[in-house]
């Protein structure tokens, strides 16, 4: 192995430990996935949201997003509400419970991650995309589901 190819499989290694760290503590603190960290950002974010609109805002699956809103409702920390006008429709709200567990949840990688990144140049921004999009095709990963949320292990929990 060159020190290059070295280098670069050390660097990912260390991203995955982070990553990895990062995933122990936020379940250490706030016993929340960064699935369901992300659920009730978003909701605190726009107070009421359907599923399906969740799904997209992630790029996880309705059916992880199903996964995900019935453990939050379980805990009290959202709640599931008919649409007045289409009872088909179903909105969910983040409630007290869920506004206190997000309070209380350390900040995540990601929203770390996303503070530097948008401080970067444009140029640096299209490089690091441009250099990870490459890394993603060489690990043939490119056909796999992925999310926008920085987590690992399984996702719908």
């Known amino acids: 192995m060159s020190q290059r190819t070295m280098?670069?499989?050390v660097a990912l290694r260390q991203i995955q430990r982070r990553v990895e760290l990062d995933s122990r503590n936020l379940a250490?603190?706030?016993?929340?996935t960064h699935s369901q960290l992300r659920v009730l950002q978003l909701l605190d974010e726009s107070k009421t949201?359907?599923?399906s609109e969740i799904a997209k805002e992630t790029k996880l699956t309705n059916a992880t997003i199903t996964s995900i809103v019935d453990k939050l409702v379980a805990r009290k920390f959202i709640q599931r509400t008919k649409c007045d006008s289409d009872k088909r429709k179903v909105w969910l709200e983040l409630l007290p419970d869920g506004k206190k567990a997000l309070e209380d949840a350390p900040?995540?990688?990601q929203q770390v991650f996303e503070a530097k990144f948008e401080k970067l140049e444009s140029?640096?921004?299209a490089m690091l995309v441009a250099a990870l999009e490459k890394i993603v095709n060489l690990l043939d990963a490119k056909n796999l589901e992925a999310a926008s949320i920085l987590t690992i292990g399984d996702i719908e929990k």
């Open 7 to 9: 280098d670069v499989v």
């Open 28 to 32: 250490r603190e706030a016993h929340l």
């Open 49 to 51: 949201l359907s599923a």
């Open 107 to 109: 900040r995540d990688l």
């Open 123 to 125: 140029w640096e921004q």
